[in-house]
């Protein structure tokens, strides 16, 4: 059973729009969770990261965590075609991470 | 945040050698350090912990013996991909923990290995 697991897409929005990235996840002893970005041939970037139920924004960001459910979200907000990404969803579980296998999102002008 | 840095960022060699990539943490110390291996079009791939001063703990059918990883200090490890052949060419990525309040991982740029 996969650790962490996210539609793989591709997920397309137009220029402007909402993006909805969903992750779940299988460990409830998970500890956080954290929304990278990995652009083509780039290693990944950590956009946010959350550990509280809850909503957490940071600008154009919201992740949305329900620990009850096992799932976190992340909702890019106006987006733009910079943000035409792979997305890739992690848990930390004591030392280890665990990460899906990642949303390609594509933003179209 | 922190930095994380690999050199060197691209190398090609020919089949049947060894190549060695470094993984510093430059503003942080890291006791533990992540290798891991992306092939193109797919997600990232656990190798090994790197732990400093004790041996690596490798992941299920990762050759231990063909992936060397020392960890020499409390700011760098090593990955040394011996004998390489064309299907080790890949993207290798190292990525180290804060250790402060929430675990954040920081990756470094990656280390794009090409074997002829």
């Known amino acids: 059973q996969k650790e962490v697991e996210q539609n793989s897409g591709p997920l397309s929005v137009p220029e402007g729009a909402i993006a909805s990235l969903n992750c779940t996840y299988s460990d409830r002893g998970s500890q956080s969770f954290f929304w990278y970005r990995q652009y083509s041939g780039k290693s990944p970037e950590l956009i946010m990261f959350i550990y509280s139920n809850g909503d957490k924004e940071d600008g154009r960001f919201t992740a949305q965590l329900n620990k009850a459910s096992q799932y976190v979200s992340l909702l890019i907000r106006d987006s733009q075609p910079s943000d035409s990404a792979t997305y890739l969803c992690a848990v930390n579980i004591g030392n280890q991470f665990y990460f899906g296998t990642g949303t390609s999102l594509t933003v179209i002008p | 945040g922190a930095v994380v840095s690999q050199h060197p960022s691209r190398v090609i060699c020919k089949s049947g050698t060894s190549v060695k990539i470094e993984c510093r943490s430059l503003d942080f110390q890291a006791t533990t350090m992540f290798w891991y291996r992306q092939f193109p079009k797919q997600s990232l791939m656990l190798m090994a912990t790197s732990n400093e001063g004790s041996k690596a703990t490798y992941e299920q059918g990762v050759e231990k013996d063909k992936f060397l990883i020392n960890h020499a200090s409390l700011t760098l490890s090593t990955l040394t991909v011996t004998s390489a052949h064309p299907e080790d060419s890949s993207f290798y990525i190292c990525?180290?923990?804060?250790?402060?309040?929430?675990?954040?991982?920081?990756f470094g740029p990656g280390t794009r290995l090409t074997v002829l």
């Open positions: 990525s180290a923990p804060t250790s402060g309040g929430v675990n954040e991982q920081f």
